[in-house]
């Protein structure tokens, strides 16, 4: 998640929440927690041994329950080609979201560009096919990586 502050998003969170008459339990905002202060997408089972470094015992259904919780909200998105997740970086309103990650130094940047929801709400609604949920992951190689040569 690029350029928000943990505790923004943490507090945006739980406001959100609160608005929305849902509860942030401490293992959903650990969670969150952990996704933010990562600088790359991470799978259940990192976001696991991350939450056990306290020494707690926990099973992975814990982080699931949770992920699951925070991809309800919107708080969070699913990158299906890595199997990993990351934070959502405008969770106030739900979004078609693109992904562009770069393959070379895995960094994900989120967009939300309307134009490319519309084309693809049209592609899908000419071939008669119902969306269920609207995530393009662009694979390619960012700026810096390009820069570098990698």
Known sequence: MASISEKTVLDRADA???ARGVRL????????????????????????DAMR?????????????????????????????????????????????QFLICNSCGEVTEIEDEAIARS?????????FQPQRRVVEVIGTCAGCTQKGR
């Open 16 to 18: 959100l929440c609160r």
């Open 25 to 48: 339990t401490a293992q959903r905002r650990r969670v969150l927690a952990i996704l933010c202060a990562s600088a790359r997408p991470l799978g259940a089972y990192e976001i696991l």
């Open 53 to 97: 470094e306290g020494s707690r015992t926990l099973a992975p259904p814990t982080v699931y329950r949770a992920l699951d919780f925070l991809l309800e909200q919107g708080l969070v998105h699913k990158l299906e080609s890595l199997h990993a997740f990351v934070g959502c970086n405008h969770p106030e309103h739900p979004h078609s979201s």
């Open 120 to 128: 693809l709400g049209c592609a899908a609604s000419v071939s008669g």
